[in-house]
């Protein structure tokens, strides 16, 4: 199944190809021109505003809360029905430190909120909270990407290792692009894969 997209496309690869090059031009930019700033840390509205961001030229849900229910790798996410009321509770949870933060980061993963782009949002999502708690943020490089989506479809039954996982990879560079752009990478994702460089996107 393809997504309905604002591009016209019909072949999934080509979507995908696309998809990931308008969005990191995007991520980019919201790095670049500091409009990250402007977004509220650690909410789902926060969320929204990247997630929109990122992927309004793509999808007309983009920043959106899906209706449909979803699932990957076996893994069902948060029902469509309840998940305003997860999203609430996502928001009152605390992130004084890193193990709240993950655990923050872990609970929004769960519901993910979005038909499409949860992670590479919900990413930025994440380093925002690190950088303005800890100022820290996840150097991605130095994640393992297997390890990753492993320890992440267990972290709602054992949050041990994805806190192992990303603490070993923090680091101080907040304001290093490279450092953000990982973060960006759909190789991340379940079912995704990496085409664009950084220096490709000018």
Same mark, same amino acid.
């Given at each position: 199944?393809?997504?309905? !997209?604002?591009? %016209?496309?019909?072949?999934?690869?080509?979507?995908?190809?696309?998809?990931?090059?308008?969005?990191?031009?995007?991520?980019?930019? @919201?790095?670049?021109?500091?409009?990250?700033?402007?977004?509220?840390?650690?909410?789902? $509205? %926060?969320?929204?505003?990247?997630?929109?961001? @990122?992927?309004?030229? *793509?999808?007309?849900?983009? %920043?959106?809360?899906?209706?449909? !229910?979803?699932?990957?790798?076996?893994?069902?996410?948060?029902?469509?029905?309840?998940?305003?009321?997860?999203?609430? $509770?996502?928001?009152?949870?605390?992130?004084?430190?890193?193990?709240?933060?993950?655990?923050?980061?872990?609970?929004m993963n769960i519901a993910?909120?979005?038909?499409?782009? !949860? %992670?590479?949002?919900?990413?930025?999502?994440?380093?925002?909270?690190?950088?303005?708690?800890?100022?820290? *943020?996840?150097?991605?490089?130095?994640?393992? $990407?297997?390890?990753?989506?492993?320890?992440?479809?267990?972290?709602?039954?054992?949050?041990?290792?994805?806190?192992?996982?990303?603490?070993?990879?923090?680091?101080?560079? +907040?304001?290093?692009?490279?450092?953000?752009?990982?973060? +960006?990478?759909?190789?991340y994702n379940y079912e995704?894969?990496?085409?664009?460089?950084?220096?490709?996107?000018?």
């Amino acid at each position: 199944m393809i997504l309905k !997209n604002k591009l %016209g496309i019909n072949n999934p690869l080509e979507l995908a190809r696309e998809e990931e090059k308008i969005t990191k031009i995007k991520a980019k930019q @919201l790095f670049e021109e500091g409009i990250l700033d402007s977004f509220e840390i650690g909410t789902f $509205k %926060g969320l929204s505003e990247i997630h929109k961001y @990122l992927f309004e030229e *793509v999808y007309e849900f983009a %920043g959106k809360i899906r209706t449909e !229910n979803i699932s990957k790798s076996n893994f069902r996410f948060a029902s469509a029905m309840y998940l305003e009321e997860a999203l609430k $509770k996502v928001d009152q949870m605390p992130q004084t430190n890193f193990d709240e933060i993950i655990e923050k980061y872990i609970e929004m993963n769960i519901a993910h909120p979005f038909r499409e782009g !949860n %992670g590479r949002s919900t990413r930025i999502w994440l380093d925002m909270i690190l950088k303005k708690e800890m100022r820290k *943020v996840i150097d991605w490089s130095k994640v393992n $990407k297997e390890d990753y989506l492993l320890a992440m479809e267990r972290s709602p039954i054992k949050n041990t290792e994805i806190k192992i996982l990303l603490k070993e990879a923090l680091t101080d560079k +907040i304001n290093d692009r490279e450092v953000y752009m990982k973060g +960006i990478d759909a190789s991340y994702n379940y079912e995704g894969y990496s085409t664009y460089k950084i220096e490709e996107l000018k």
